[in-house]
């Protein structure tokens, strides 16, 4: 059984930064076991989308809205992955979730909420 949790979510002007961190837990939740780890958000009334993803081997990708302003990394001695957000928007207001995949089993955290004033 994995566990992922996240936090760091919060109430930030425009033009701030937050960061987000996903912890992982259980049996089998080492952060390095994952083939890909990743952040998803949604925003009221909207879809989910992927905001960043990484591989085990550390490579990165970033959604076109946040790239440049988002950075995507890991510490593998505290099982956990970081969302740092960087000149944040109020189109950046969404709930975060953390997803990690692993062959076909995925596993999700339960989110935290972000939220940009203007």
């Known amino acids: 059984q994995v566990q992922l949790v996240e936090s760091g979510g919060g109430l930030v002007q425009a033009g701030g930064s937050l960061r987000l961190s996903c912890t992982a837990s259980?049996?089998?939740?080492?952060?390095?076991?994952?083939?890909?780890v990743a952040w998803y958000r949604q925003a009221p009334e909207k879809e989910r989308e992927l905001v960043a993803s990484m591989t085990a081997g550390g490579s990165t990708d970033y959604s076109n809205s946040v790239n440049g302003r988002f950075t995507m990394s890991k510490s593998i001695t505290r099982n956990t992955v970081y969302l740092q957000m960087n000149s944040l928007k109020p189109e950046d207001t969404a709930v975060y979730y953390c997803?990690?995949?692993?062959?076909?089993?995925?596993?999700w955290g339960q989110g935290t909420q972000v939220t940009v004033s203007s």
């Open positions: 997803a990690a995949f692993r062959g076909v089993v995925e596993y």
């Open positions: 259980g049996v089998s939740g080492s952060i390095s076991s994952f083939k890909v």
